[in-house]
């Protein structure tokens, strides 16, 4: 995979993931082409396209489009469960997902998604695995008492 | 679920994430962005330091503000002090601002890759972990250098924990893409492909995309990873859909590792040995049961994964296309997949069928969807999928079809998609062109073309259609009617006036009989299509004129008015200018001897390799189409025109019935570059001075053709021959690059060459170099010919001859170099010499370098100087014969190969060739009279080398077995080795 992009229907970009090295610009322009030409399409479209020399997969969930770059010899159709999983583990990390978790927490969805895949390829596809990972993680966070005294700004 | 902090984590962030978000415009976002940099960048540089928690908010913080797409120049010191910290979280805020926003700060870096190091030491797999991710996400080549030896270690490592294994392996994944040189294979490499018999799915899942990678590059270091996959698959495939517990999805078991495991087989042939082979033939085999089976959920998770597990087994048996029994299945299995009602797998069917029509195997059962597909091209509504469609009627076309399917393709281009229209063209145009039988049917399909999306049809198109009418001359009465008739539509592209002001310059004879399309008629048609054309059609347009005086001396005056008129003949434009001039004084002055010898009707064109062709090849990118052309280039034999002589010269085309190269009237595509400005001034001094030389006391034919065609006659400039002495001595004007290495066809050229001594020895669309050679004992001589096929002169044009290697001390070979800068035929070819000191195989190398359109061309050629050029046949009886093959029968002395057939068995042929090799070809010695027997002496200045050679057919099964006996043995297997190639 080529990289990842979590857009809203407005556009928005909420999450973005680069598996392979490009400048800022060259970045910037794919997003902006990229969400523009998947939000033109219609509901009823098929989920890829050849979009310059990568395949795309795509699918959108409620208000926000998942969305993969991948390479020529790569399968669609396990892309396309790849974000399936994806939304499932942060489905069951935040309980019933919605945009605003992802808004909100976006530091969060970076770490669950570096915890399925890294370098662009599934790491992990079992969904106790990861979320065990993440967990695991998570209860080394410090109480949070520690913070109380600390001033908001 | 655990704790989520929601935010609560970090409240302040919190805060000013709904602070943007309740911003109205874009410019209070930037106005609330710029008091939040402010305050950080204040706390940053404030005297305090800042404790963990502050500094992972405000860090966070700016990688919100990054993520907007803000730019964010500071910060970065501070998430590397979050790398050091003890608390996770900190740590973990620090990782992900790294791995977002990486700067190449060498200070940076440097303490980056120390905290990474340190986490890497830790022995915590969490910290491991994250440290491994970051390497991951950022991938770049300093981590390459700091970490590329220490990874493989830790994922081989016997007390590594699962989770690190996995992260290890796509870490060097990563590692391996950006920077492979620095990724050295080692003892590891064995064990990495035993991490295919991990215990942990997760653990094979991670490792073998890492294999795949690397089996690409090193297939021969990997290959035991076959065996391991194919057993592991069987295992997956076989399991009942609850055994494999979490890495059920969907009822499917494991699907991402089954698809990565048949990626992984993707990469190597079929496996040899017959166990693995059966175990894996059942896996496909079970995969395509399953597919029949009813599905376990009705969710379309369920189906999805089946489905990519199917497609993916289905591009493996495409990959292997070597068992007939799955590709059918296969396609069948696609077949129906035409017809279900998910978008998605319909379109999947037509890509994965694409492929498989290109399998001789599939393709006739690929050919009965015919109709699906062509429904599927008309009322699909998206049209990704409609392209899918298009691309695999182009693909199942043959010659059984192509009408229908250029039909449909044809009337699909009428409504198709802005998007995919030149693609579109281009392929009807190839389709036309390739499965044309009747060359009307093309006529009417380009023209048709042009009508129906002329902006689409590119010149490499018309240029194509213009190509073959010359080409072929039982089309050329019936094209010049129906371009007639396709102009006397009142809005017609000016594509087709570019195709009708062209064939009705050549051919509008043929159609000049009937009253309804005389001379003047066709005349006015044209030239009132004149004035709504751009430049470069209206100077096509003016040549064809021209030709038009020729044909039909009564349009004489009324073309001459024309061009005689202001508008032409003091045009703006200079090129328009001068061919009005040109053609004024032309049409005025030459006698009807000379109009029609430089008005001549085009010579054919060169047959070469479709210019369209290679415009999609382009336009896909390569391998796009190259397996479907391929194929058909297998199934179909004959390609349209490819037979029958060519021109005599080359350099005649380009010089088109304009006087002036313009790149309107290039049709071959290859002089697309040339110079506009620079060539009309010349040709135009050189006009003048032809005329006024000559007066208007009607000059002589021989004179007037050589000024006025000066691409076709002019001599050649310079013909300094001289004599160089030795090899390897180039010209001083000689650009300075390095010869390139040998062309990868040189071997090929060479070996034509080895029973001949004359012809042409490599051809391209700029030069064709000829061969004379002559040998004698150990010496030999040979002329290369050099023919300039383009209208331009190359400028320091240089050949040198070397001997690579330890060729040198084998062979002398000394050229005499004459520059050949002009044009056609170098009157002076150039001459190598030859002193065969030693037996050789190799051959001298022949470079040549020389500059066209300001490109320097460099290209070297194998000179055809072959072991066997120095024979002497020596003829014996048959008792001497085999006295002599036993004498010689020590097992290094005898060189044999058994080999298929490549060219015909015919007796005669083979005779020729025999002859040909230098031998003496001995009758009546084998009591086998289908044999040939040939002896011969090879002359060195040193040695002479007896050489025996017994040639035996199989005509049944198409086979030979070729035996020599030479008293060397090196002569013996070069030998051996040419002759294999020429029977």
């Not at chain 2, 509008?508 to 009989?513: D, F, M, S, W």
């Not at chain 2, 002559?774 to 383009?790: A, P, S, V, W």
Request: hydrophobic share 40%; charged share 25%.
């Amino acid at each position: 995979m080529q990289f990842m992009l979590l857009f809203s229907r407005q556009g928005k970009l909420r999450l973005q993931k680069w598996y392979v090295p490009l400048s800022d610009k060259e970045k910037k322009k794919i997003t902006r082409e990229l969400v523009q030409t998947v939000l033109a399409r219609k509901p009823k479209m098929c989920s890829f396209l050849e979009w310059r020399d990568m395949k795309i997969v795509y699918k959108r969930y409620a208000s926000l489009y998942f969305c993969c770059a991948i390479e020529n010899q790569d399968n669609e159709l396990i892309t396309l469960e790849i974000i399936h999983r994806y939304v499932e583990l942060l489905d069951k990390y935040f309980g019933s997902v919605c945009e605003l978790d992802i808004i909100f927490n976006f530091e969060k969805a970076y770490f669950i998604l570096d915890e399925f895949l890294l370098g662009g390829e599934a790491q992990e596809t079992s969904k106790k695995n990861v979320l065990k990972a993440i967990e695991q993680a998570d209860l080394l966070q410090e109480p949070r008492h520690e913070y109380f005294a600390v001033p908001v700004y | 679920m655990p704790a989520v902090s929601k935010g609560d984590g970090m409240r302040g962030l919190a805060v000013f994430i709904s602070d943007i978000r309740n911003c109205k415009s874009k410019e209070a976002e930037i106005k609330r962005i710029n008091k939040e940099l402010a305050n950080i960048r204040s706390k940053f540089k404030g005297d305090k330091a800042l404790d963990g928690y502050s500094k992972k908010k405000y860090v966070c913080k700016l990688l919100f503000i990054f993520l907007l797409g803000h730019d964010i120049d500071f910060g970065h010191m501070e998430a590397v002090n979050l790398l050091s910290s003890n608390k996770y979280t900190e740590k973990q805020i620090g990782y992900l601002f790294i791995s977002v926003l990486v700067n190449s700060n060498s200070e940076l870096i440097r303490l980056i890759n120390n905290a990474i190091k340190n986490d890497l030491s830790s022995r915590n797999p969490t910290f491991m972990c994250l440290a491994l991710h970051c390497i991951a996400n950022v991938g770049s080549r300093e981590m390459a250098e700091a970490f590329a030896s220490e990874i493989p270690r830790i994922l081989v490592a016997g007390d590594t924990m699962d989770s690190v294994k996995q992260s290890a392996a796509l870490c060097l994944l990563r590692l391996y893409k950006t920077s492979p040189d620095l990724v050295m294979m080692g003892e590891w490499t064995s064990r990495v492909v035993h991490l295919l018999n991990d215990q942990h799915m997760g653990v094979v899942t991670a490792a073998i995309s890492l294999i795949t990678c690397l089996s690409q590059k090193n297939p021969d270091e990997f290959k035991t990873c076959v065996s391991l996959a194919v057993s592991r698959l069987s295992r997956i495939v076989s399991s009942a859909s609850t055994d494999l517990q979490d890495y059920t999805y969907y009822f499917v078991p494991a699907p991402w590792l089954s698809c990565k495991l048949l990626r992984l087989l993707q990469c190597y042939p079929p496996p040899e040995d017959g166990a693995v082979k059966g175990r894996l033939v059942e896996c496909l085999e079970t995969i395509l049961n399953k597919a029949q089976e009813p599905p376990k959920s009705k969710k379309v998770q369920h189906s999805n994964a089946k489905n990519a597990i199917l497609f993916e087994a289905i591009s493996l048996i495409i990959h292997y296309d070597s068992e007939p029994n799955l590709l059918v299945r296969a396609c069948n299995q696609l077949g129906q997949f035409l017809q279900h009602r998910e978008t998605n797998l319909r379109y999947l069917a037509l890509e994965s069928m694409c492929t498989l029509a290109s399998s001789e195997f599939s393709h006739e059962a690929v050919k009965t969807h015919i109709e699906t597909v062509i429904n599927a091209l008309k009322t699909e509504r998206d049209v990704s999928v409609r392209q899918r469609a298009a691309d695999l009627l182009y693909a199942m076309c043959d010659r059984s079809n192509a009408k229908q399917i250029v039909a449909e393709m044809l009337s699909y281009l009428e409504t198709a998609d802005y998007s995919i229209r030149e693609e579109m063209v281009l392929k009807v145009a190839i389709l036309a062109e390739k499965y044309a039988v009747d060359y009307s049917w093309y006529v009417d399909t380009i023209l048709n073309l042009i009508r129906i999306a002329g902006d689409y049809v590119s010149e490499e198109v018309w240029y194509r259609v213009i190509q073959i009418v010359i080409n072929r001359d039982d089309v050329q009465g019936y094209a010049a009617k129906t371009v007639f008739e396709a102009l006397q539509a009142p809005a017609c592209h000016e594509n087709m006036v570019k195709v009708g002001g062209y064939i009705l310059g050549e051919f509008g004879n043929l159609i000049a009989g009937d009253p309804r399309s005389s001379p003047l008629v066709q005349f006015n048609l044209l030239h009132s299509k004149f004035h709504l054309c751009s430049v470069p059609t209206r100077a096509l347009l003016l040549s064809a004129y021209i030709k038009f005086i020729n044909l039909f001396p009564e349009t004489k005056a009324t073309i001459q008015e024309v061009l005689r008129c202001d508008s032409q003949i003091r045009n703006s434009d200079v090129e328009l200018q001068q061919r009005a001039v040109e053609y004024l004084k032309l049409s005025s002055i030459a006698s009807t001897d000379v109009l029609a010898t430089v008005l001549e009707e085009m010579p054919p064109f060169p047959e070469r390799e479709s210019s369209i062709l290679a415009k999609l090849k382009k336009k896909k990118g390569p391998g796009a189409v190259s397996v479907t052309e391929l194929e058909d280039n297998k199934r179909e034999g004959g390609e349209l025109n490819g037979e029958g002589d060519r021109g005599p010269d080359p350099a005649a085309m380009a010089s088109s019935n304009a006087s002036t190269p313009s790149p309107s009237a290039d049709l071959l595509g290859i002089r697309s570059a040339a110079p506009v400005g620079a060539a009309p001034t010349s040709v135009g001094s050189l006009l003048v001075d032809v005329f006024s030389e000559a007066g208007p006391a009607a000059p002589s034919a021989a004179v007037n053709d050589d000024g006025f065609l000066r691409d076709l006659e002019q001599p050649t400039e310079t013909s300094d021959s001289l004599l160089v002495e030795g090899s390897g001595d180039s010209d001083s004007a000689s650009p300075s690059e390095d010869p390139a290495p040998p062309l990868s066809e040189a071997d090929e050229l060479l070996n034509k060459f080895v029973c001949k001594n004359n012809g042409v020895l490599f051809e391209n669309q700029l030069l064709q170099i000829g061969i004379k050679s002559e040998y004698r004992q150990n010496l030999g001589r040979m002329y290369l010919f050099y023919g300039n096929k383009t209208s331009v002169q190359f400028a320091s044009f240089t050949t040198t001859v070397s001997c690579p290697g330890e060729l040198q001390s084998q062979l002398n070979a000394s050229d005499q170099t004459s520059g050949t800068t002009g044009r056609g035929w170098s009157p002076d070819p150039t001459g190598t010499q030859h002193r065969v000191l030693t037996d050789f195989s190799d051959a001298p190398l022949l470079n040549i370098k020389f500059r066209y359109g300001g490109a320097l061309q460099n290209l070297t050629l194998k000179l055809p100087v072959t072991i066997n050029k120095f024979f002497q046949p020596t003829e014996m009886t048959s008792h001497d014969f085999f006295q002599r093959w036993k004498q010689l029968s020590q097992p290094q002395q005898e060189a044999q190969k058994i080999f298929k057939a490549n060219h015909s068995m015919d007796t005669e042929v083979l005779k020729a060739k025999l002859l040909g090799l230098g031998t003496a070809l001995l009758d009546d010695v084998d009591p086998n009279s289908e044999n040939y027997v040939c002896a011969g002496v090879i002359q060195t200045k040193g040695q002479q080398v007896g050489c025996l050679l017994r040639l035996e057919p199989n005509g049944q099964a198409q086979m030979y077995r070729l035996t020599l006996r030479c008293s060397k043995d090196s002569v013996s297997r070069r030998l051996c080795e040419l002759l294999a190639e020429q029977f």
